[in-house]
């Protein structure tokens, strides 16, 4: 019964922060030094994307939410670590989809991009994509109904009809961490 009640809850909450979602873009949440470089962390939730580009989003059934938001995740991004060496060159690993993955567990990616992909006045593609990151999952801890101070430390809840579990940041930020590891030892080699 109380499983239910926190269940009910969730949703509620997951649905009135979905909706105060003003800006679907990336958003800061975590900053770090890995060597001799910045790397800064940014989250672009989805369910806020997609509130804010389809306002129907609430009202379609659960069925409909849940495909709408597994398409998403398989062609966009979620996570963007944005890495400045202390030479101020910027690196950005992007962890996104991947398209060619529909079918299994561990469908995100992570693409490298010299440059800053936050900075629109430069078209930036990226020069490396690693395929097999060992991370998949549809609901992250960074998504805003996750941030309210009642629902930090939830690992698992309902969502439309769904028994999910919520992704932690902490396995993110160390496949990512050790990516940039890679990629500057690489770097540094040619």
């Not at 059934?61 to 670590?81: C, G, M, R, S, T």
């Given at each position: 019964m109380?499983t239910?009640?926190?269940a009910?809850?969730v949703?509620?909450c997951f649905?009135?922060s ?5 800006n679907?873009?990336?958003?800061k949440?975590d ?8 790397v800064?962390?940014?989250f ?9 580009s ?27 670590f ?8 910027v ?10 993955k529909?079918e299994?567990?561990?469908?995100y990616?992570v693409?490298i ?6 900075d629109?006045?430069?078209e930036?593609?990226p020069?490396k994509?690693?395929k097999d990151i060992g991370i998949?999952g549809e609901f992250?801890e ?9 629902y930090?430390?939830v ?7 769904n ?6 940041y902490?396995p ?13 030892q ?5």
């Amino acid at each position: 019964m109380r499983t239910c009640i926190i269940a009910v809850i969730v949703c509620l909450c997951f649905n009135l922060s979905l909706s105060a979602q003003p800006n679907p873009d990336f958003k800061k949440v975590d900053d770090f030094k890995l060597n001799e470089s910045k790397v800064r962390v940014y989250f672009k939730d989805p369910l806020a994307v997609l509130v804010t580009s389809l306002p129907d989003f609430d009202t379609k059934p659960d069925a409909q939410k849940n495909k709408l938001l597994e398409v998403y995740l398989q062609n966009h991004e979620i996570y963007l670590f944005s890495v400045t060496s202390k030479a101020g060159k910027v690196t950005s690993y992007v962890m996104r989809g991947d398209p060619e993955k529909k079918e299994r567990s561990s469908f995100y990616q992570v693409e490298i991009t010299d440059g800053d992909v936050l900075d629109k006045s430069v078209e930036a593609h990226p020069r490396k994509q690693i395929k097999d990151i060992g991370i998949g999952g549809e609901f992250f801890e960074h998504m805003a109904a996750f941030q309210l101070p009642q629902y930090k430390r939830v690992t698992t809840t309902q969502v439309w009809g769904n028994i999910v579990h919520i992704n932690r940041y902490a396995p993110i930020k160390e496949a990512l961490t050790k990516i940039i590891q890679d990629d500057q030892q690489q770097g540094q080699k040619l």
